[in-house]
């Protein structure tokens, strides 16, 4: 059975950064698309960024430039880099993957940032 853990989460002040980790267990990692997805209250969950097996990535304009989404395939693990973080950023944030059209959710880390 594939599993997706978040990792990473917390509170922190605008212009903060956070490092988020997804790590899959039960399944070969390195076929899924990754993504990273965030859910504000009161919102539809939204796509923040993905990364192909193949190590494209993309991102939604409003994290451009301060975000980084990258895997290690030797790892099972994704990471978003969240730099220059605001108050709009704050969400839970969930780790997707994807194989032939499937996906997989995991069950979401809250960051929160507040001054």
């Known amino acids: 059975q594939a599993q997706f853990v978040e990792s990473g989460g917390g509170l922190v002040q605008p212009g903060g950064s956070l490092r988020l980790s997804c790590a899959a267990s039960?399944?070969?990692?390195?076929?899924?698309?990754m993504g990273w997805y965030r859910q504000a209250p009161g919102k539809q969950r939204e796509l923040v960024a993905s990364?192909?097996?193949?190590?494209?990535?993309n991102y939604a304009d409003s994290v451009k430039g301060r975000f980084t989404i990258s895997r290690d395939n030797a790892k099972n693990t994704v990471y978003l880099q969240m730099n220059s973080l605001k108050l709009e950023d704050t969400a839970v944030y969930y780790c997707?993957?994807?194989?032939?059209?499937?996906?997989?959710w995991g069950q979401g880390t809250q960051v929160t940032v507040s001054s």
């Open positions: 990364i192909t097996t193949g190590g494209i990535t």
């Open positions: 997707n993957a994807v194989l032939i059209r499937v996906p997989y």
């Open positions: 039960g399944t070969i990692f390195k076929v899924y698309t």
